[in-house]
C-alpha cells in the first residue's frame, strides 16, 4: 500500500558514481527504515544497504562497504544510497523497501517484515 519510486540508475563506466532515491508518497517515510535490494540475472535477491527508523543506524553488504552510502532527506521525504567507484559487479535491478521495525540485525535482509517494494532501477557498470 505504501508507495515508493526508485529512480537515478542508468548506465555507467566502472569507476563511476551514480545517485539513487527512494522517494515516499502519502507517508512519512522517516517513520521506517528502508532498505536497498539488487538482484542480478541468474542470482538471488541480496541486500545492499539499510538504514533504520529511530535510530538511523546503517547497514551495508561487505561488498559495497567504503564504497556506497545510504542517507535520508527528511525535507524531500527520500532516501537515497550513494554509489561510488561502482563495479561490473554492482550491475543489477535496484529496489528499495520498507520495514516498520527498528533495525538491530547484521542481518538485517533476512528480515520478515520488509512490505512495500518500489518498481526498481537499472543499473547497469559496464564500459
Known amino acids: 500500500q505504501l508507495q515508493l519510486v526508485e529512480s537515478g540508475g542508468g548506465l555507467v563506466q566502472p569507476g563511476g558514481s551514480l545517485r539513487l532515491s527512494c522517494a515516499a508518497s502519502?507517508?512519512?517515510?522517516?517513520?521506517?527504515?528502508i532498505g536497498w535490494f539488487r538482484q542480478a540475472p541468474g542470482k538471488e535477491r541480496e541486500g545492499v544497504s539499510c538504514?533504520?527508523?529511530?535510530?538511523?543506524?546503517?547497514y551495508y553488504a561487505d561488498s559495497v562497504k567504503g564504497r556506497f552510502t545510504i542517507s535520508r532527506d527528511n525535507a524531500k521525504n527520500t532516501v537515497y544510497l550513494q554509489m561510488n567507484n561502482l563495479k561490473p559487479e554492482d550491475t543489477a535491478v535496484y529496489y528499495c523497501?520498507?520495514?516498520?521495525?527498528?533495525?538491530?540485525?547484521?542481518?538485517?535482509?533476512?528480515?520478515?517484515?520488509?512490505?512495500?517494494w518500489g518498481q526498481g532501477t537499472q543499473v547497469t557498470v559496464s564500459l
Open positions: 523497501a520498507t520495514n516498520p521495525t527498528a533495525m538491530t540485525s547484521t542481518i538485517w535482509y533476512h528480515d520478515v517484515n520488509w512490505g512495500d
Open positions: 502519502g507517508f512519512t517515510l522517516d517513520a521506517y527504515t
Open positions: 538504514i533504520s527508523r529511530s535510530s538511523g543506524r546503517t
